[in-house]
């Protein structure tokens, strides 16, 4: 068979990701402040936007002046936006293990809901909290000035970051007096503290929630191949099958990386709500975003006007008209992505109505694919509307991944949120009487009889996930508050 050059016509689909496609996924994860921020940057690169009038009311119906777009949200409307592009995000590859600090960030607010705005500003240091902690534990007057020097090298994030030996000799001590000081500290709240690496922070947390088995201890000594992904090798060197690989790793991910950032101090910044939810007067709820943090975009049709009239070559008039068409494709996606935001966030108030009402007990269970499905958009669209984007309502300020939670069995057969437990859980716990501290069992028993089937390892899990520490460690901060 003789080989030749030839011609051949072929027809073929694919799916293509335009700049302008992978900017419009872009904005629907950002913040209304990242929003402003990257507002700021296109009002400086095209000099066809314009900054419009911020309207303050909701009511409001200012009309927008002529020649200018409005960027306003109008919801109600076709156009929001529904991209899948989850094959293309480079944070959704195969085998990510996740953060186990997520559910530990979620707990210790103080209160029965984790309430962002209300978070106090004035709380203890993690250095004068352990501090409180030496006098009673120590055993002599001496241990406590060993004690009390190594706390002054544990960081914000609750790590000791110092040099016992260089402590040892500055005090004049063995040793082995600053290595037993530091263990001591090691069995101080929050569990964690005084760790020298992240290996044995998590190690702490484990042996404190009496889940360090040698497994357990294998799983924690490999960080770097959980961080990697290295799944069969993991499985290989504990010795476990896939289900208990499972559930170890969702032990690990309850455990705390940061344990001292619970007292402040670890850079956290006040929270500005994206979405505003108030009562309304009929009953129902006012769904607006926050314009205060999201600038009003327009097209200065008077400057395009006066520029035209400048331009006499093809390549100014052709830059001029791609400024333009950028300007307003920018303005179409900003107010798709609004109409977007709020028909999840009004999704999200229609199936968590009871939350708003009654609080954290009446919270149901509620997935990212089951808000999908009411707005008929995709799973991937509501997951990055719904990140790094805050709530503000009548009871507080909640990040609105908040209200995506999985569901536990329930004696009504409606089932209850995780969340809802974790609150009846941390109501057991704060009324607890310092003499009789209750175990988990004991949580279990009182759960069922309210209703809730769990297993006593998922009320640990739940126990752990909202910062309320063991039995024995509870048992041991109630006496020394009572000191």
Known sequence: MALGPRLDLRQSQSLVMTAQL?????L????????????????????????GEVRREAGADTPPEPGEHDSSPDFGGEGALDVDASALDPEAAPGDLG??????????????????????????????????????????????????????????????????????HDLGVPLAETERALTLIQTFDPTGVGA?????????????????????ARLIDNLDLVAAGDVTRLKRMCDVDDEDFADMLAELRQFDPKPGCRYGGCGESAVVPDVLITEGRSGGWDIRLNEASLPRLVVN??????LKAGAHDKATKAWLNEQLGEADWLIRALDQRQKTILKTAAEIVKRQEGFLREGVSAMRP???????????????????????????????TFELKYFFSSGVGAADGEGASSEAIKARIK???????????????????????????????TVAKYREAIGLGSSAQRRREKRMRNL
């Not at 629907?28 to 940057?41: K, M, P, Q, V, W």
């Not at 004690?147 to 260089?166: H, K, N, S, T, W």
């Open 22 to 26: 992978q900017q419009a996924i872009k």
């Open 28 to 51: 629907l994860a950002l913040s209304n402040l990242e929003i402003e921020t990257f507002i700021a940057d296109a009002l400086e690169a095209n000099p066809l936007l314009d900054m």
């Open 99 to 168: 953060d186990w600090s997520q559910a530990a960030s979620a707990g210790g607010s103080g209160g029965e809901l984790p309430d962002l705005e209300n978070r106090a500003a004035e709380e203890p240091t993690l250095a004068e909290h352990l501090s409180e902690q030496i006098g009673p534990a120590a055993r002599d007057s001496r241990e406590a000035i060993v004690a009390a020097r190594i706390v002054g090298d544990i960081d914000e994030a609750g790590y000791f970051i110092g040099d016992l030996r260089a402590i040892a």
């Open 196 to 216: 020298r690496s992240l290996s044995e922070c998590l190690a702490l947390q484990a042996k404190e929630a009496d889940r360090y088995d040698p497994c357990m």
């Open 301 to 306: 049709r008077e400057y395009y006007v006066e």
């Open 366 to 396: 509620l997935t990212l694919r089951e808000v999908a499905e009411g707005i008929e958009m995709h799973e991937s669209t509501v997951s990055r509307v719904t990140s790094n984007k805050y709530l503000a309502c009548p009871r507080g």
């Open 427 to 457: 109501a057991h716990c704060d009324g607890e009487d310092a003499k009789k501290v209750l175990s988990d069992q004991a949580l279990v028993d009182l759960l069922a009889a309210e209703g809730f089937d769990l297993a006593r390892r």
